[in-house]
DNA sequence: CAATATTCTTGTCAAATGGCAAGAAATGAA
DNA sequence: TTCATTTCTTGCCATTTGACAAGAATATTG
């Protein structure tokens, strides 16, 4: 490819934070650079941790590639996996960053990741100055919103089979990057059901 | 009581909601009054619906007095419940209300309604106007995320008799205003495993 | 109040899921 | 490559939950 000096040698490359800023709808071109401009680069190796619990999550992270997972502990002390983190989407613990609290969740890279972010100082500055990132801003935290609703409503309604072939189809990048155990902890059950389910599954 | 001229027989008295609007402390008392003027007053009878799915939410919604419920429609056509709530507590559906979507979800008043609400375009002037407004908008949106996400952790670990305790404990009221049957789905079970919780529950 | 409808409980049985443990498979490190 | 570690699968059995249906209890309506 004859531009591959440009895109892919560029270390500080922040394409895809632009596109993802604009990909709202909410923000200019122009703008979209300003707002990244803010923005400083980030890399994290695989199974290194961009948030522990206990601390006060200082960043919103935008994640350019790799794979993440955020995971919480329960009573009996076993992990529960709550996200999963493709590319091109931004990781943060909303309850942590915005109410300024220790964060009862862990956020853990699956692979090499790299990725921009801005502080918490920073947001508020920029959702002050610029009314377009804080429209994005509100659009992100929506999003995650209806998306966990969606779960939850699927969590009820649908078994676990259900939920295991709508997140093969939907996510199929979380079984290429998550072993078993995590991906059932995510989905409300063992890693032997999930086991057994996709035994059942695959001989469909 | 002395004073129970003035706050009991008025009926557009909107102290419950500057209250509540100052209660964040991201409002002042001189904001939250000017806040609270854009606001109008909303009854809504029982079993009348504040939001019926198809529908795009346009108003912002305080409930006042009384109990509502939300419930969307599973694939079974059977509904579950996805939130409920009790006076001085904003109700509205986020995707619906910001994505300005049909909402898949209904919300119902439980028994005799009033409230405070404003439209979707004045929320956003005022959210333009006025910073604490924002402010307090972001911190709505927040609460009801981390209360989501808190849901969904005990619905992964907890076991359906943990969490009908732990509902009994921090949502009472629930158990005044729903039927069992409604209360199930919103746990993520079916009437007839929560009669026999009950009735374990009631042994010990 | 009586009649009706709705909600709640309970029994029986089936299906889904979990706990535990052992072995197989895959992965990672020396 | 070899050894050690982790992950995944599978068997066995117990527990939880659901499906369905009938009857009891409660609420609603005329």
Redo the contacts with the bound molecule.
């Keep these: 490819m004859e531009h591959s000096l440009h895109s892919s040698s560029n270390h500080s490359n922040q394409e895809k934070l632009i596109y993802f800023l604009r990909s709202t709808n909410l923000v200019s071109a122009t703008t979209a650079r300003e707002i990244a401009s803010n923005f400083r680069a980030k890399h994290i190796n695989k199974h290194d941790f961009h948030l522990q619990e206990g601390q006060i999550l200082n960043e919103y992270l935008f994640l350019d590639t790799g794979f993440m997972r955020a995971f919480a502990h329960n009573t009996e002390g076993n992990e529960v996996t709550t996200n999963f983190y493709a590319q091109n989407q931004v990781v943060f613990e909303v309850s942590s960053f915005f109410n300024r609290i220790p964060s009862r969740e862990n956020i853990q890279a699956l692979t090499n990741c790299s990725g921009w972010y801005i502080t918490y100082e920073q947001v508020n500055k920029l959702f002050h100055s610029i009314p377009e990132f804080r429209e994005f801003g509100r659009s992100m935290l929506v999003q995650g919103f209806s998306a966990l609703k969606i779960r939850m409503l699927s969590m009820i309604t649908d078994?676990?089979?259900e939920r295991y072939t709508k997140l093969l189809h939907t996510n199929p990048e979380i079984f290429q990057n998550a072993?078993?155990?995590t991906i059932a902890s995510y989905l409300?059950?063992?890693?032997?059901?999930?086991?057994?389910?996709?035994?059942e599954f695959s001989r469909k």
Tied chains: 1, 2.
Aim: proline content about 0%; charged content about 35%; aromatic content about 0%.
């Design positions: 078994t676990a089979e072993s078993l155990k409300g059950i063992t890693d032997t059901s999930l086991s057994r389910i996709r035994k």
